[in-house]
């Protein structure tokens, strides 16, 4: 996979130097997402429509 070059920090990095956190970059046809500790460890991508829905169900208290 081509990896994209504009990666952005989330807003939530956690406390101290912000390493409790994800890495996002945004395309055209997908939003790829990675970790900020190990970017070399691999990407998860993710459809650009199927991005809000996503990171609404990571928002939504599980149900058990």
């Known amino acids: 996979m081509n990896t ?3 990666w ?6 956690g ?9 996002i970059s945004d395309r ?3 939003i ?3 970790d900020s500790k190990a ?3 691999g990407t998860l991508t993710v459809p650009t ?3 809000a829905p996503f990171i609404e ?4 208290p599980s149900a058990q």
């Open 4 to 6: 994209p070059d504009n």
């Open 8 to 13: 952005r920090k989330s807003s939530y990095s």
């Open 15 to 23: 406390g101290g130097d912000g390493n409790a956190c994800v890495e």
């Open 28 to 30: 055209r046809t997908h």
């Open 32 to 34: 790829a997402i990675r």
């Open 39 to 41: 970017p070399a460890h």
């Open 49 to 51: 429509e199927a991005f």
């Open 57 to 60: 169900a990571l928002k939504a």
